[in-house]
């Protein structure tokens, strides 16, 4: 079992940056990789970033050139650093896990961008 608290989400005006911290508890020693997915009002949940244990990147084409992800392992923590942010992101972000073939949600945290 892996459980996933996320934070950092709130109010930003366009152009702006957040940061969003996802903190993994549990059988961290199996996960394969963690990362980030959003789901606006009325659309489908995307992805926006994962990172495996290894170090690899993947990331939505929405969000290319503008959200970086990192993990601090120590910490047992993946970090989405979000800058020029548009109102098109705001959405509802889900931090997401998988560990030895099952996937762990966390509670999500909205992010609106706003002026």
């Known amino acids: 079992q892996v459980q996933l608290v996320e934070s950092g989400g709130g109010l930003v005006q366009p152009g702006g940056s957040l940061r969003l911290s996802c903190e993994a508890s549990g059988s961290i020693s199996s996960i394969n990789w963690m990362g980030w997915h959003r789901q606006a009002p009325g659309k489908e949940r995307e992805l926006v970033a994962r990172i495996t244990s290894g170090g690899s990147t993947r990331f939505g084409d929405p969000v290319k050139g503008r959200f970086t992800i990192s993990r601090d392992n120590a910490k047992n923590t993946v970090y989405l650093q979000m800058n020029s942010l548009k109102p098109e992101d705001t959405a509802v972000y889900y931090c997401?896990?998988?560990?030895?073939?099952?996937?762990?949600w966390g509670q999500g945290t909205q992010v609106t961008v706003s002026s």
């Open positions: 997401r896990a998988i560990s030895n073939g099952y996937e762990y």
